[in-house]
Structures are given as C-alpha cells and as structure tokens.
C-alpha cells in the first residue's frame, strides 16, 4: 500500500506555520544552501539548524526517497509567524501500514524551548495526522532519564507502554476510532 503525497504546503497553528521538508530542502540544507528560503517566505535563523537537526537528515531523505513526495509522514520544519525563522522541526519517521500508527519526534533549538512551541506543532501533527482517517495510534519513545520529554508526553495524554534499558515507549490512541 503507498500513501499519497500531501496535498497541502503548510500547516498554521496560533504562533507556527508548519512545512514539509523535501529531499530538496534536505540537501539545500547540508549544503548550507538557503538561497531558495525567500521564495518560501522564510528567513534563517541563525541557531538553526543545530547539530541534532544535521544528523537525523540522511534519516529524513530516506524516508521522503520512499515516497514520490512528502506524505506528511516525515519531517516539517517549525517557523514561528512573528519572524518567519525556522527554530526546529517535528514529524513523523514514517507510516507504518500494518499497525496503522507513526512515531512523532521533535525538537526545538535550545534558545526557544520552553516557550510552548514544541506542544503547539506536536499537538497540530498529532491532530493532522488523526484527520487523515488512516492513522489509529501515535507512538514516540524519549531517553529513561529525559523528565523534561517524559512530561511533555505526559501533558500530550500519551500513556508509557513499555521502557527497555535506554527507553521509554509511549502511544496515543485516537479516539475517533
């Protein structure tokens, strides 16, 4: 089964304008090549991207390479609408078809965390993704000893399911179905 590719551009919450990245943007980015940012109406910020960011990237092209374009199933990138300065990403690492679930990831650079922003663009992907009508759970995992992730998930009403030696699992179910 193949999910199509995403029929919108952007998601918008109160503070955020949420974009799917693109195996383009991707490589735009390794490159340190942000000539294309103001035709998309962005402007670099220049914490950003941080190393976290540059490393999970080959982790995103693959993802998106499985595809003919972004689903939404992988990687958006988090603007803030006052400045128009991307300060971090969240997204999925894929749909899974068998148990109908993605596994969401996020993160925020270190100068805007705290700020509630990473609950806003997770809480709009969690909410996106439950409208698709294909998606029954969303799972995440964060580090044992990571209070300020364990927390998040907590406020998010994601319920721990499982930890191993470095991890702890957590699901959302959603309750449409």
Same mark, same amino acid.
């Given at each position: 089964?193949?999910?199509?590719?995403?029929?919108?551009?952007? #998601?918008?919450?109160?503070?955020?304008?949420?974009?799917?990245? /693109?195996?383009?943007?991707?490589?735009?980015?390794?490159?340190?090549?942000?000539?294309?940012?103001?035709?998309? $109406?962005?402007?670099?910020?220049?914490?950003?991207?941080?190393?976290?960011?540059?490393? &999970?990237?080959?982790?995103? &092209?693959?993802?998106?390479?499985?595809?003919? %374009?972004? /689903? !939404?199933?992988?990687?958006?990138?988090?603007?803030?609408?006052? /400045?128009?300065?991307?300060? !971090?990403?969240? %997204?999925?690492? $894929? =749909?899974?078809?068998?148990?109908?679930?993605?596994?969401? %990831? =996020? $993160?925020?650079?270190?100068?805007?965390?705290?700020?509630?922003?990473?609950?806003?663009?997770?809480?709009?992907?969690?909410?996106?993704?439950?409208?698709? $009508?294909?998606?029954?759970? &969303? /799972?995440?995992?964060? #580090?044992?000893?990571?209070?300020?992730?364990?927390?998040? #998930?907590?406020?998010?009403?994601?319920?721990?399911?499982?930890?191993?030696?470095?991890?702890? =699992?957590?699901?959302?179910?959603?309750?449409?179905?």
């Amino acid at each position: 089964m193949k999910i199509n590719t995403l029929s919108i551009d952007r #998601l918008t919450t109160e503070r955020l304008i949420l974009i799917p990245l /693109t195996i383009k943007m991707c490589e735009n980015i390794l490159n340190h090549d942000f000539s294309d940012w103001p035709a998309l $109406g962005l402007k670099k910020e220049k914490r950003w991207p941080d190393s976290d960011f540059i490393e &999970i990237i080959p982790k995103i &092209i693959n993802n998106l390479s499985l595809a003919e %374009g972004p /689903t !939404g199933f992988e990687s958006w990138l988090i603007i803030r609408k006052d /400045t128009l300065e991307v300060i !971090g990403d969240a %997204g999925f690492k $894929g =749909y899974n078809f068998n148990e109908k679930n993605a596994d969401i %990831g =996020y $993160g925020i650079i270190s100068e805007e965390r705290r700020k509630g922003f990473a609950e806003e663009a997770v809480k709009e992907l969690i909410r996106w993704a439950f409208s698709t $009508g294909i998606v029954d759970e &969303i /799972t995440a995992r964060c #580090l044992l000893d990571n209070v300020n992730s364990i927390n998040f #998930l907590k406020k998010l009403n994601f319920t721990e399911i499982k930890q191993d030696a470095e991890m702890k =699992y957590w699901t959302l179910q959603n309750h449409l179905v």
